[in-house]
C-alpha cells in the first residue's frame, strides 16, 4: 500500500519569511515528486517536480528530494499573503506520466501579514 | 490551450439515479486520469488510460463507478446508482509527460 504523509497543519508563517513543507512516502520504488498548490474550492495547480536526489530551485521555490530517508520537502522563500493554500505532496512510480499519483492529505499554509 | 475541461461543475442528485461526469483531456495529452476529493481521504485515483487503454482501475470504489474513453479527446465516468457517499469532489487530470494537469472539477452531492 502506497502511503504519502504529510503533516495537516496549519502551519503559520510570518509574511516574508521561509515556508518549510514535509512529506514522507513510503514506497521505496517511487521515481517521480509533485507539489501540488489547493486553494480552497480550486482544483491542484502543478507548482514543481523533482526526480533527482538533491535541491531543484524555480523563483521562490526550492523542492529537496532525499531518496535514501523518503522525503521530499518544499521550501517557500519570501512567503506573501497569496501562497495561503493547501499544499499537496504527490508521487508516483514511473516518470514518463504512465501512472497515476498518489496524494498526501495535504498541509493547510497560512501565511501571515 | 483552454486546459482541462470538464463538465458540469456541480451536480446535485438523488440516491439511486446515475450520474454521467464528463472530461476533455489537453489537446496532445495521451494519458488522463480520474481523481476523487473528499475531507476524510483526501485525493485519491480512481482511474486512468494511456492511449484510450484503461490501465488501472484498482481505485474504483465499487462496480457502480464505470469509466469509459472512446477517443482521445473525451473520457466519462459513470456512477449507477449513486449513494450518499459518492458525494465528493471529481477531477479530471491529463498528461503528456510526468505532469499532470488538473481540470476544474465537478461537485457531486447525492441526496
Known amino acids: 500500500q502506497k502511503e504519502v504523509e504529510q503533516n495537516s497543519g496549519p502551519l503559520s508563517v510570518p509574511e516574508g519569511a521561509i515556508a518549510s513543507l514535509n512529506c514522507t512516502y513510503s514506497d521505496r520504488g517511487s521515481q517521480s515528486f509533485f507539489w501540488y498548490r489547493q486553494y480552497s474550492g480550486k482544483s491542484p495547480e502543478l507548482i514543481m517536480f523533482?526526480?533527482?536526489?538533491g535541491d531543484k530551485e524555480d523563483g521562490r521555490f526550492t523542492a529537496q528530494l532525499n531518496k535514501a530517508s523518503q522525503y521530499v520537502s518544499l521550501l517557500i522563500r519570501d512567503s506573501q499573503p497569496s501562497d495561503s493554500a493547501t499544499y499537496l505532496c504527490a508521487v508516483n512510480l514511473f516518470g514518463g506520466g504512465a501512472d497515476g499519483l498518489t496524494f498526501g492529505k495535504g498541509t493547510h499554509l497560512i501565511i501571515q501579514p | 490551450d483552454a486546459g482541462v475541461i470538464q463538465s458540469p461543475r456541480h451536480e446535485v442528485t438523488e440516491m439511486g439515479q446515475e450520474v454521467t461526469l464528463r472530461c476533455k483531456p489537453i489537446s496532445g495529452h495521451n494519458s488522463l486520469f480520474w481523481y476523487r476529493q473528499t475531507m476524510m481521504r483526501g485525493l485519491e485515483l480512481l482511474i486512468y488510460?494511456?492511449?484510450?487503454?484503461?490501465?488501472?482501475d484498482s481505485g474504483m470504489p465499487e462496480d457502480r463507478f464505470s469509466a469509459k474513453m472512446p477517443n482521445a479527446s473525451f473520457s466519462t465516468l459513470k456512477i449507477q446508482p449513486s449513494e450518499p457517499r459518492d458525494s465528493a469532489v471529481y477531477f479530471c487530470a491529463s498528461s503528456l509527460m510526468s505532469e499532470q494537469y488538473f481540470g476544474p472539477g465537478t461537485r457531486l452531492t447525492v441526496t
Open positions: 523533482i526526480y533527482s536526489n
Open positions: 488510460f494511456n492511449n484510450n487503454v484503461p490501465i488501472d
